[in-house]
């Protein structure tokens, strides 16, 4: 088995410049299942469709009936434990961890809602166990979210809900943890993270497909150093006027592209790019590491425009961002329940939540009407193109 370990562990030839996070995500978690024999992993039937499947190269599908030949390797003992139902997954899952013993569940986005009430009881439960002095403490509930929101391309609105980071960070429990890793990078210390939790829910939402790469180890470090907040210093100016953040990986990967887009046609706009990886109740960073007031003003400026473009709804963030700063200050894009089976710029702007969405509020914030018309020009031309060829111009 350590040969099997060292070996696997390996990155294997990707794109040069584009990494799936779920990818990654699931080669932590082929090797935490080939490590620890206790360790269990259950899904609904999409373990291969959130790209996890290089688990199935280290262990078995628990399975009971007759196989047939095109089937996954599967055993009465396997350790992946596939079922469509979520709620059944998770009570399983749940007394696993009550032993004592760790485990992770992944499903789609819009599904894990299923479970939100027994989520919510499970956090019942923890705060009762950790006023109980002799109950050693609980592995983390951790919940893997990918096919997110917005790259449902053949599923459509019904696969499209970020419901439950809304629901979870609303619970003053402050034993929940919201993580949004940007890429493959940040995933892996999300990942890390997560393993190391005890008596908390961690729900971390990342997206399956092939998506730039931004940091370095010694960047996700950092941000893991600094309550889940990163200045990208590429995208970054001394002294800003703006600040324009994004929580959530294709959401921040916008706010870059729109960067580039005022760069190019405002360039003596100064602007600090912020990309924020953890949210907590009524915090940026995590339940153990919340951001202060006084760390947020050194950040984010004491007064200066934040704009904001996040992976849920809006409100959501506005809730956290107003208990650091005046909302006057704070205009937040994000998914705003608006959905279709299309492309993933057509998602984008559908919610407003694309760069030239982005880029129109920054012209409009300058007075730059000349801007805006050119802006919703690029917008609309996209439209057109993909009900038309079903792609995107702007990628």
């Not at 790209?51 to 399975?63: D, L, N, P, T």
């Not at 100064?270 to 760390?295: P, V």
Request: proline share 5%.
């Amino acid at each position: 088995m350590p040969n099997l370990i060292d070996g696997f562990m390996k990155y294997r030839p990707v794109a040069p410049e584009l990494h799936s996070p779920a990818k990654k995500i699931g080669e932590l978690l082929a090797f935490e299942l080939a490590k620890n024999s206790h360790f269990y992993f259950f899904s609904p039937d999409e373990t291969t469709s959130n790209r996890f499947e290089q688990i199935f190269e280290v262990e078995k599908r628990a399975w009971a009936l007759p196989k047939e030949e095109w089937d996954l390797p599967e055993s009465k003992n396997g350790r992946i434990i596939e079922m469509l139902s979520e709620n059944v997954l998770f009570s399983v899952m749940t007394g696993h961890l009550m032993n004592g013993e760790p485990a992770m569940m992944g499903s789609y986005e819009a599904f894990f809602s299923v479970a939100a009430s027994q989520i919510l009881q499970q956090i019942k439960f923890i705060k009762q166990c950790k006023e109980a002095n002799w109950r050693k403490p609980l592995p983390a509930v951790n919940l893997l979210s990918t096919s997110t929101c917005w790259r449902q391309d053949h599923n459509g609105f019904t696969h499209q809900s970020p419901a439950l980071i809304s629901t979870l960070l609303a619970v003053p429990s402050n034993l929940v943890n919201c993580l949004f890793p940007l890429d493959d990078i940040a995933a892996e210390a999300a990942f890390n993270f997560m393993t190391s939790s005890e008596n908390v829910v961690n729900l971390t939402t990342f997206n399956k497909h092939d998506e730039p790469r931004y940091l370095a180890r010694e960047d996700a470090s950092k941000q893991a150093k600094n309550h889940g907040a990163l200045v990208m210093e590429k995208y970054s100016d001394t002294n800003p006027d703006l600040i324009m953040v994004g929580a959530g990986d294709l959401v921040t990967n916008e706010v870059v592209e729109a960067i580039k887009i005022i760069n190019r046609d405002m360039p003596d706009v100064r602007i600090r790019c912020i990309n924020l990886n953890a949210l907590s109740y009524r915090a940026i960073g995590t339940t153990d590491d919340k951001m202060t007031k006084e760390e947020f003003a050194e950040l984010f400026t004491p007064n200066k425009p934040i704009l904001a473009n996040f992976h849920g709804y809006p409100e959501t963030l506005a809730t956290i961002l107003g208990n650091y700063a005046a909302k006057g200050r704070i205009r937040i894009h994000g998914f705003i329940e608006e959905g279709s089976t299309t492309t993933p710029m057509e998602m984008l702007r559908r919610n407003s939540a694309s760069r030239y969405n982005l880029a129109i509020d920054v012209a409009t914030l300058y007075r730059r009407p000349d801007l805006v018309e050119n802006y919703q020009q690029k917008l609309a031309e996209n439209h057109a193109h993909a009900v038309a060829t079903g792609e995107d111009i702007i990628s």
